[in-house]
T-cell receptor, first 114, second 117 residues
């Protein structure tokens, strides 16, 4: 079955320390994978996307993600957290052959402590 | 450029009442999506339109939910009658068909938060 699993429902880091949000996927096709961020009362915003080109993808606000087919993972990282990074993050996949049908993970709440 | 516009932003109704949500996609975007996001979960697709045609409505509870996209621009999602379990955020997204791209980014609106009492 096609699925996206975010391994942590809540991650807490201190400002200035690295961020790691974990995501695994299951797909019979070559997936397209994305990370979206959702700030309170705001719309979902695309952070970055993987669509079968470079496996290390750079996004906005210093975020990166690496597609690892052997591990079926697409973890999101950032070297140094900022207070403004506190939000809900969704790992998302188009897992059925670029149909445009997105499957969302359950979300990870990122808390950034001063 | 204006983003995806949704209204109302908030709606509180009593169960068994009807409710409707409106979405205006980004100009020129031919594909429109309605998602439902339950509390603490990721959004789930309800229906997808290509222009005025519903091409994927397999997840739409058709006994009480209906949607339309007249003229292939604005769209309305309706629930009649609403149930307590319909309380959620209803998100609209749009994307454009670009044949030289292997992915068409979906742009999301801010959503309508529905509370059914």
């Amino acid at each position: 079955a096609q699925s996206v699993t975010q391994l942590d429902s809540h991650v807490s880091v201190s400002e200035g320390t690295p961020v790691l949000l974990r995501c695994n996927y299951s797909s019979s096709y070559s997936p397209s994978l994305f990370w979206y961020v959702q700030h309170p009362n705001k719309g979902l915003q695309l952070l970055l996307k993987y669509t079968s080109a470079a496996t290390l993808v750079k996004g906005i606000n210093g975020f990166e993600a690496e597609f690892k087919k052997s591990e079926t993972s697409f973890h999101l990282t950032k070297p140094s957290a900022h207070m403004s990074d506190a939000a809900e993050y969704f790992c998302v996949g188009d897992l059925s052959g670029n149909t445009g049908k997105l499957i969302f993970g359950q979300g990870t709440t990122l808390q950034v402590k001063p | 450029e204006a983003g995806v516009v949704q209204s109302p932003r908030y709606k509180i109704i009593e169960k068994k009442q009807p409710v409707a949500f409106w979405c205006n996609p980004i100009s020129g975007h031919n594909t429109l999506y309605w998602y439902r996001q339950n509390l603490g979960q990721g959004p789930e697709l309800l229906i997808r339109y290509e222009n005025e045609e519903a091409v994927d409505d397999s997840q739409l509870p058709k006994d009480r939910f209906s949607a339309e996209r007249l003229k292939g621009v604005d769209s309305t999602l309706k629930i009649q009658p609403a149930e307590l379990g319909d309380s959620a955020v209803y998100l609209c997204a749009s994307s454009s068909r670009s044949w030289d791209s292997n992915y068409n980014e979906q742009f999301f609106g801010p959503g309508t938060r529905l509370t059914v009492l």
